[in-house]
């Protein structure tokens, strides 16, 4: 099954393919901004999931992950904590049978990117910090890997994995 979503036409276009054709979905999107852009950012429990934000009426910026039940076609919304700012640098990655949340701060003038990890799916409540990169550790983290390890792009080139128990990192061999 294969989703799209048409951003180039004043509301979102939302449609699935599913038996060789194309279908619209009827439940229209909710009124949003997706992060980076329209690529789901992952598949977990039949569902894609986008980083999303909306301008709420007091023009503050509300963050959530933009939820699409495949089986369903139904869209949902999983609330984010206030710590999220549109402004920083925010990604979210599949992590087991959830969500992990990648997150740009700054941390005592040193820009380092912390990782949570939702260890109930959809349950905000579980989010849980696992990792916070910085000049210690040696890349940016762009996802996990099935193990559970981070997976780590470096600026010398070959993607390394940090195994989160042990703090060792690993290269994998893959630029």
């Known amino acids: 099954m294969l989703f799209r979503i048409q951003t180039d036409i004043p509301e979102y276009q939302c449609e699935v393919l599913s038996t060789g054709e194309w279908k619209m979905v009827t439940v229209p999107p909710p009124n949003c901004v997706l992060f980076l852009d329209t690529k789901p950012k992952g ?6 999931h986008w980083l ?3 301008q709420t009426d007091d023009h503050n910026i509300h ?12 869209f949902q919304e999983i609330v984010l ?6 402004r920083d640098g925010a990604n979210i990655s599949v ?14 003038n040193v820009r380092c990117q912390i990782i949570w990890v ?14 916070t990169i910085d000049d210690h550790v040696p890349g940016y983290a762009k996802g996990f890997r099935r193990n559970g390890e981070v997976l780590l ?23």
Do not use: H, W
């Not at 994995?161 to 061999?173: C, M, V, Y």
């Open 95 to 108: 992590y087991g049978n959830s969500i992990a949340f990648f997150l740009m701060k700054d941390c005592s």
């Open 52 to 54: 999303a934000y909306r």
């Open 63 to 74: 963050c959530f992950i933009l939820v699409f039940d495949l089986v369903g076609e139904v």
């Open 43 to 48: 598949s977990v429990n039949g569902a894609l």
């Open 153 to 175: 792009s470096t600026k010398e080139g070959p993607y390394t994995s940090l195994d989160l128990e042990n703090q060792k990192t690993k290269d994998l061999g893959i630029s």
């Open 81 to 86: 904590p206030e710590m999220i700012d549109s």
């Open 118 to 131: 939702m260890k109930e799916y959809s349950v905000v409540s579980s989010l849980t910090k696992v990792l």
